[in-house]
């Protein structure tokens, strides 16, 4: 309904166009094929190659042409509906009218032909932009659901993958601590099946991070100064060819330069589009005033162009009106002052000042789809965005919760083993410490699976933070790890993301020392508060034989990546007798973030 409210004004007002200019008079003949070519219209965006044709054919029909508003209109809707080849080849095709033309009168006429070319390549321009912006709208959403689709099959198979590894490890210590006393040589295979479970589950977290992080590079930019070049072609084309047809066709020789001023002006069009536009509107009138003859028509036409194309709809649409409204007043005052003041009637002022209104449209229409396009290609690049972000924020969250978890579990399961048959109680503890790593885990995967899958009703997904810091000192203490804790400064708030991003700093390093530094290793853990900023350090002095648990290669790599993202500092490298950490993190994130805006953008 709203096409057709659309189509039947459009299709009127091109029959009454080419009426006026060339379809006088009533013959039966050229009326019905005219009727048929028009009516045609209604369809052309379901066939529009056909409607093309159509009218082409009618216009030869006759003879010729000298408008041919409906072949434009169909030239238009095969540049709008068909790919780019089609649409260039059906532009040519109309190229056949005017061939006819030409044969059928005495000569070519040059300025109609040339007339003609300019108003096809604007229909073509037009429709082949509106197509583009309806592409690369279409291209952003989908990017959009691709990026939601993907955040929730990896969560979810990520979550399928580890909590199995998770499972077996713990069923595997389940069997393990059932046949502690009654049978030790099957809980001796049992603790060997929980260790090769945990070195798979590394290898296999290992290979998913490794793929995750492989982000293709993004497109190069393109060359500031090409891109000047390239503009200030394309405009100073387009100024010459303003100011030639200006020129040929009415343009006085006292009133030369201050023309070519005024349109050397459309230079600045694009960095400032409105006051551009302000002022070959305001020299329109003028020039009306001094030179009711004159015909300027172009130059406010790319101003408006630039207009549409650098703002926004509802901004754009103003001057557009605007524009449209001086088109209308100019031609009227042209028209009264011709006929030496006298004043045209209301019907005829309405007849004459809306053609020319109308000619505000296209080049709004043309700036209008151009502007979608960019906004709709900066979408589906912000999505890439996205997802590549959300697959690195992912792979730092399973790396921070599973690699953690399985070496403790494997650190365990290597005590175990060692103390089977000398100190059952102390393999029971190890045993058990398996099992409530085990349950963490299953817990904060849960929580990364419905931070990244949420329920509309769901509630935030709670994050680890200090306060949890106890409890962490306690189980990194269960794997012979002895850690000593010191704080300096008064405690103070901190945000979401800076208390989750200080966790995972200490949990990764604590865990890095229960791996390389061996049993009966120390770790110094020292938090400095000030009034902007929380350093942290930890140290460890390495004791012993260096373990054998298998590491994934990302954790310090995602430290990195996570502490730089709140606009914090962090280093690691050997230190005096072992390894040293340090990060340094603001109190509240550079960027605001909080748990809930992880599910919109990691």
Same mark, same amino acid.
């Given at each position: 309904?709203?096409?057709?409210?659309?189509?039947?004004?459009?299709?009127?007002?091109?029959?009454?166009?080419?009426?006026?200019?060339?379809?006088?008079?009533?013959?039966?003949?050229?009326?019905?094929?005219? &009727?048929?070519?028009?009516?045609?219209?209604?369809?052309?965006?379901?066939?529009?190659?056909?409607?093309?044709?159509?009218?082409?054919?009618?216009? /030869?029909?006759?003879?010729?042409?000298?408008?041919?508003?409906?072949?434009?209109?169909?030239?238009?809707?095969?540049?709008?509906?068909?790919?780019?080849?089609?649409?260039?080849?059906?532009?040519?095709?109309?190229?056949?009218?005017?061939?006819?033309?030409?044969?059928?009168?005495?000569?070519?006429?040059?300025?109609?032909?040339?007339?003609?070319?300019?108003?096809?390549?604007?229909?073509?321009?037009?429709?082949?932009?509106?197509?583009?912006?309806?592409?690369?709208?279409?291209?952003?959403?989908?990017?959009?659901? *691709?990026?939601?689709?993907?955040?929730?099959?990896?969560?979810?198979?990520?979550? #399928?993958?580890?909590?199995?590894?998770?499972?077996?490890?713990?069923?595997?210590?389940?069997?393990?601590?059932?046949?502690?006393?009654?049978?030790?040589?099957?809980?001796?295979? &049992?603790?060997?099946?929980?260790?090769?479970?945990?070195?798979?589950?590394?290898?296999?977290?290992?290979?998913?991070?490794?793929?995750?992080?492989?982000?293709?590079?993004?497109?190069?930019? *393109?060359?500031?100064?090409?891109?000047?070049?390239?503009?200030?072609?394309?405009?100073?084309?387009?100024?010459?060819?303003?100011?030639?047809?200006?020129?040929?066709?009415?343009?006085?020789?006292?009133?030369?330069?201050?023309?070519?001023?005024?349109?050397?002006?459309?230079?600045?069009?694009?960095?400032? =589009?409105?006051?551009?536009? @302000? /002022?070959?509107?305001? %020299?329109?009138?003028?020039?009306?005033?001094?030179?009711?003859?004159?015909? %300027?028509?172009?130059?406010?036409?790319?101003?408006?162009?630039?207009?549409?194309?650098?703002?926004?709809?509802?901004?754009?649409?103003?001057?557009?009106?605007? $524009?449209?409204?001086? +088109?209308?007043?100019?031609? /009227?005052?042209?028209?009264?002052?011709?006929?030496?003041?006298?004043?045209?009637?209301?019907?005829?002022?309405?007849? @004459?000042?809306?053609?020319?209104?109308?000619?505000?449209? =296209?080049?709004?229409?043309?700036?209008?789809?151009?502007?979608? $396009?960019?906004?709709?290609?900066?979408?589906?690049?912000?999505?890439?965005?996205?997802?590549?972000?959300?697959?690195?924020?992912?792979?730092?969250?399973?790396?921070?919760?599973?690699?953690?978890?399985?070496?403790?579990?494997?650190?365990?399961?290597?005590?175990?083993?060692?103390?089977? $048959?000398?100190?059952? &109680?102390?393999?029971?503890?190890?045993?058990?410490? /398996?099992?409530?790593?085990?349950?963490?885990?299953?817990?904060?995967?849960?929580? @990364?699976?419905?931070?990244?899958?949420?329920?509309?009703?769901?509630?935030?997904?709670?994050?680890?933070?200090?306060? #949890?810091?106890?409890?962490?000192?306690?189980?990194?203490?269960?794997? #012979?790890?002895?850690?000593?804790?010191?704080?300096?400064?008064?405690?103070?708030?901190?945000?979401?993301?800076?208390?989750?991003?200080? %966790?995972?700093?200490?949990?990764?390093?604590?865990?890095?020392?229960?791996? +390389?530094?061996?049993?009966?290793?120390?770790? @110094?853990?020292?938090?400095?508060?000030?009034?902007?900023?929380?350093?942290?350090?930890? $140290?460890?002095?390495? &004791?012993?034989?260096?373990?054998?648990?298998?590491?994934?290669?990302?954790?310090?790599?995602?430290?990195?990546?996570?502490?730089?993202?709140?606009?914090?500092?962090?280093?690691?490298? =050997?230190?005096?007798?072992?390894?040293?950490?340090?990060?340094?993190?603001?109190?509240?994130?550079?960027?605001?973030?909080?748990?809930?805006?992880?599910?919109?953008?990691?």
């Amino acid at each position: 309904m709203v096409r057709l409210l659309i189509d039947v004004p459009l299709i009127a007002f091109a029959l009454y166009i080419d009426q006026a200019w060339f379809l006088t008079g009533f013959h039966p003949v050229s009326s019905l094929l005219t &009727a048929i070519a028009f009516l045609a219209l209604l369809v052309r965006r379901r066939w529009p190659i056909t409607v093309l044709i159509l009218n082409a054919g009618q216009l /030869i029909a006759l003879g010729g042409w000298d408008l041919g508003s409906g072949l434009l209109i169909a030239l238009h809707a095969v540049a709008r509906h068909r790919d780019r080849r089609t649409s260039i080849t059906a532009a040519l095709a109309c190229a056949v009218p005017v061939a006819v033309s030409d044969v059928a009168s005495d000569g070519p006429d040059l300025i109609g032909s040339a007339m003609f070319a300019g108003l096809a390549t604007a229909a073509w321009t037009l429709g082949y932009w509106m197509r583009r912006a309806a592409q690369e709208q279409q291209a952003a959403k989908a990017a959009q659901r *691709a990026r939601r689709a993907e955040r929730s099959r990896l969560a979810q198979d990520l979550h #399928g993958i580890i909590t199995h590894s998770v499972e077996v490890m713990q069923r595997r210590a389940a069997e393990a601590r059932a046949a502690l006393t009654t049978d030790p040589d099957r809980a001796a295979q &049992a603790l060997e099946a929980v260790q090769d479970a945990g070195t798979r589950s590394m290898a296999e977290l290992r290979r998913m991070l490794t793929v995750m992080r492989l982000v293709t590079d993004d497109e190069p930019a *393109a060359d500031p100064a090409r891109r000047a070049a390239r503009q200030l072609l394309v405009d100073g084309t387009l100024i010459t060819v303003a100011f030639a047809v200006d020129w040929y066709v009415w343009l006085p020789e006292d009133f030369t330069y201050v023309h070519a001023g005024v349109l050397l002006t459309l230079l600045l069009g694009r960095r400032w =589009p409105l006051p551009v536009l @302000l /002022i070959h509107v305001v %020299y329109l009138i003028e020039l009306t005033k001094a030179q009711p003859y004159s015909d %300027y028509i172009v130059g406010p036409l790319i101003a408006l162009h630039a207009v549409a194309r650098g703002y926004d709809r509802r901004v754009s649409i103003v001057p557009a009106c605007t $524009t449209g409204a001086a +088109y209308a007043y100019a031609a /009227i005052l042209a028209t009264k002052l011709q006929n030496y003041g006298e004043p045209a009637r209301p019907v005829e002022m309405v007849l @004459l000042g809306t053609p020319y209104a109308l000619l505000a449209i =296209p080049p709004w229409l043309l700036g209008y789809s151009m502007h979608r $396009t960019a906004e709709g290609r900066a979408a589906a690049r912000a999505a890439e965005q996205e997802r590549r972000a959300e697959r690195l924020q992912l792979a730092r969250e399973l790396h921070d919760i599973v690699s953690h978890t399985v070496t403790m579990m494997l650190l365990q399961a290597a005590g175990a083993r060692s103390v089977l $048959t000398r100190n059952p &109680a102390r393999a029971q503890e190890a045993l058990d410490a /398996i099992r409530e790593a085990g349950d963490r885990s299953m817990t904060e995967l849960a929580r @990364l699976l419905t931070l990244l899958t949420p329920a509309t009703d769901a509630a935030p997904a709670e994050h680890p933070g200090l306060d #949890g810091l106890d409890d962490l000192l306690a189980r990194m203490r269960t794997t #012979g790890l002895t850690v000593t804790a010191g704080y300096t400064g008064t405690p103070a708030d901190l945000d979401p993301s800076v208390d989750l991003t200080a %966790y995972r700093v200490i949990q990764e390093a604590l865990t890095n020392s229960t791996k +390389y530094a061996g049993p009966g290793s120390t770790a @110094l853990l020292h938090l400095t508060w000030t009034a902007t900023d929380l350093d942290i350090e930890v $140290t460890d002095r390495r &004791a012993g034989k260096r373990t054998t648990v298998p590491s994934t290669g990302h954790g310090l790599v995602g430290l990195g990546e996570r502490v730089t993202a709140i606009g914090g500092t962090f280093q690691a490298g =050997p230190g005096t007798d072992g390894f040293r950490v340090t990060a340094k993190l603001p109190l509240a994130p550079v960027i605001a973030w909080s748990p809930e805006a992880d599910r919109s953008s990691a």
